[in-house]
């Protein structure tokens, strides 16, 4: 074990140990991040999973907000993507292809006709190389040239670093040998009345957006951008979540609750998201560099076993994930997700906690 401690330059203490190995007896290493204030992540490079995120209440009791499994097993497994680095492509790509300068490539359809998250073999499924850094850890990644259909030798650096005003930043870069395409999130599912206590329809969301990218009914986006001013999708004032999640309204019908990119107005870092949990007290306030953020509200949950003997059902976790749009390599109108060589990606995203 390996032990950084506080002082002037830094905010959090570091310390990392063995958690396990892999089916190939690779070592898997876990790293504590803890801060002046008790506020505590622990993460993993299998997959860069956020394993626990630890943070106080009103009374300043902690908790643990994020789902997931109390050993490195439940990660190895196939499980919901609970808080790993979703890649290279987050989210999907309709059809399982994309064309770059006249050139169509083809990659790992895995959601019927199309991709989601990465593929088969995501990010989340990879053993990433490791180091302490201030505050934090430093993950890194290669991504073969093909690997998944995709382009390129893309190599992938995500660090995470605890704040002393307790946020957890989270900083993507990735590089590429040819043109292709990226889009990094983590896909965390937070609860922030504690893991394992029950369905997140209480929590109160805020969504400073207007507007959404429309989907069919296989959430494959149409490329139109939409309002959804007074519509049961707008959260730009404070809604709970449950309030309005089972209208007769087709978007929801068709995510069975909500599964969608908010699209988020300005440049460089913004707000995408606030929540908070009434009882508790604990607030999360999530800021980007991203375009978008999807809303997904955990439906698809069904009896997974996690933490603590907790069963985790449909809708016990809410995810915001900070990301560019889906399938946007095959909508030119939307941002763009091109990386070219001698070009580096960069984002950042904060999830910040506080307690009211």
């Known amino acids: 074990m390996s032990i950084t401690g506080l002082s002037s330059a830094a905010s959090a203490s570091v310390e990392s140990a063995v958690w396990g190995k892999t089916a190939s007896g690779e070592e898997v290493r876990l790293f504590t991040l803890r801060n002046a204030s008790g506020m505590e992540a622990k993460i993993t490079n299998w997959g860069g999973y956020i394993v626990s995120l630890k943070v106080a209440d009103k009374k300043g009791q902690l908790a643990d907000v994020v789902l997931g499994f109390d050993s490195l097993d439940g990660y190895l497994a196939k499980n919901p993507f609970f808080g790993c680095i979703t890649g290279r492509y987050a989210n999907r790509i309709g059809g399982a292809k994309f064309t770059i300068d006249g050139v169509e490539h083809k990659v790992t359809a895995n959601s019927g006709k199309n991709h989601i998250h990465g593929g088969k073999i995501g990010f989340d499924k990879k053993l990433w190389s490791a180091k302490e850094v201030t505050d934090g850890v430093e993950l ?13 030798e893309l190599k992938c650096t995500v660090t995470y670093t605890l704040t002393k005003d307790n946020g957890l930043q ?34 109160e969301l805020t969504i400073p957006s207007e507007k959404i990218t429309a989907t069919d009914d296989d959430l494959i986006t149409t490329g139109e951008i939409v309002s959804i001013k007074g519509t049961p999708l707008d959260f730009a004032t404070p809604h709970k979540i449950g309030e309005r999640i089972s209208a007769d309204f087709r978007p929801l019908i068709q995510g069975i609750g909500y599964d969608h990119n908010y699209v988020l107005a300005g440049s460089g870092m913004k707000l995408a998201a606030t929540a908070k949990d009434p009882a508790s007290g604990r607030a999360m306030m999530v800021r980007t560099t991203e375009p978008g953020v999807q809303l997904y509200t955990g439906n698809h949950l069904k009896e997974v076993n996690g ?13 915001l994930e900070t990301q560019h749009y889906p399938d946007s390599p095959n909508k030119p109108s939307f941002p763009s997700v091109i990386l070219r060589p001698g070009d580096t990606f960069q984002s950042t995203t904060i999830y910040q906690f506080s307690a009211e």
């Open 140 to 152: 890194t990644y290669t991504s073969a040239d093909g690997e998944e259909g995709f382009p390129g």
């Open 170 to 203: 989270i900083d993507y870069r990735a590089t590429t040998s040819k043109p292709t395409v990226v889009n990094l999130t983590n896909h965390a599912y937070f609860n922030l009345a504690g893991e394992g206590s029950g369905d997140i329809l209480g929590h």
């Open 307 to 319: 933490k603590s003997g907790h069963v985790y059902k449909a809708r016990h976790g809410f995810c």
